[in-house]
């Protein structure tokens, strides 16, 4: 069965820092892969999706998202963090079908 | 503005009762699913819906009941038989689409709690 592993359920940065969460999928087919963010009492809001194409992925808010395949890894990073960023992400994949399959989550601190 | 609406935002169930949460999507798509979500682990899958007037098990199925009587709309019940309902549901929606790469959208969930 396909299953994403989020490492780190808690990470700390500072404001401006570079933020990197990580993200390993594992199936021997690559799946696609999304990634969201939730804040507070809200639902899920898409920050990107990979497909096929480009293994380099823009998304919104100025993530930013890896398909490494030989790693079996989509990593969102954002090259310098906002207070506003503080929020829980999730990274999710789905294989065949509609169906997905959600990491644990990882909560994001934002140091000022 | 096009959306997922679910309602209320929160539901207080007491010993015994069945509560239904509701639904609703103006988006125009087929599929609907329905999620809970508990601190540490993600969202796990409930049902999901890719058509009216079927559905089909997630993987947490037991002691909750659907119904797809309407495209816009997926009300999930909570019966008495589930034993520990306490938590953040979250509705989503997206196109119906077999190779599973259109993203799914989701509503601002309801907090399911016991008195």
């Known amino acids: 069965a396909q299953s994403v592993t989020q490492l780190g359920s808690h990470v700390s940065v500072s404001e401006g820092a570079l933020v990197l969460l990580r993200c390993n999928y594992s199936s021997s087919v690559p799946p696609y892969l999304f990634w969201y963010v939730q804040y507070p009492n809200q639902g899920l809001q898409l920050l990107l999706k990979y497909t096929t194409g480009a293994t380099l992925v823009k998304g919104i808010n100025g993530f930013e998202a890896e398909f490494k395949k030989s790693e079996t890894s989509f990593h969102l990073t954002k090259p310098s963090a906002h207070m506003s960023d503080a929020a829980e992400y999730f990274c999710a994949a789905s294989l065949y079908g509609n169906k997905l399959v959600f990491g644990a989550g990882t909560i994001l601190r934002v140091k000022s | 503005d096009g959306g997922i609406t679910q309602s209320p935002k929160y539901l207080f169930r007491k010993e015994g009762q069945n509560v239904t949460l509701s639904c609703e999507q103006n988006l125009n798509h087929d599929a609907m699913y329905w999620y809970r979500q508990d601190p540490g682990q993600g969202l796990r899958l409930i049902y999901y819906?890719?058509?009216?007037?079927?559905?089909q098990k997630g993987d947490i199925a037991e002691g909750y009941s659907v119904s797809r009587e309407k495209k816009e709309s997926f009300p999930l019940t909570v019966t008495s038989a589930q034993k520990n309902p306490t938590a953040f549901y979250l509705c989503a929606s997206s196109i119906a689409e077999i190779r599973g790469l259109q993203p799914q959208h989701f509503g601002d969930g309801t907090r399911l709690s016991i008195l």
């Open positions: 819906s890719q058509i009216v007037n079927d559905f």
